[in-house]
Nanobody, 120 residues
Framework: QVQLVESGGGLVQAGGSLRLSCAASGQIPYTLGWFRQAPGKEREFVATITYFGGTTSYGDSVKGRFTISKDNAKDTVYLEMDNLKPDDTALYYC???????????????WGQGTQVTVSS
């Protein structure tokens, strides 16, 4: 059984940076992704990475600012977020799936989420 635990969220000023971590245990999924959800909004795809091949994909709103990476030795995926904007404020979730996809329904395992708040 796979478990995903996120960490690293917090409060940051606009223009600042944060790094989120997603520690996986159990059978590591083929792909690990990050999604986010702000109050009153639908869940949004942020980034995904295939765990062994390292192929990455990003949502349009974060391209050029966010970077997803992995450390296989630690079974951990990271999301480096730079040049943060107030619109990036959301609960960020790590998710595990069997295909590299930007669709949340392709992911069957989810973490509990970590809050990111960007002040203007």
């Amino acid at each position: 059984q796979v478990q995903l635990v996120e960490s690293g969220g917090g409060l940051v000023q606009a223009g600042g940076s944060l790094r989120l971590s997603c520690a996986a245990s159990g059978q590591i999924p083929y792909t690990l992704g990050w999604f986010r959800q702000a109050p009153g909004k639908e869940r949004e795809f942020v980034a995904t990475i295939t765990y062994f091949g390292g192929t990455t994909s990003y949502g349009d709103s974060v391209k050029g600012r966010f970077t997803i990476s992995k450390d296989n030795a630690k079974d951990t995926v990271y999301l480096e977020m730079d040049n943060l904007k107030p619109d990036d404020t959301a609960l960020y979730y790590c998710a595990g799936g069997t295909i590299a996809s930007g669709r949340d329904y392709d992911y069957g395992v989810w973490g509990q989420g970590t809050q990111v708040t960007v002040s203007s």
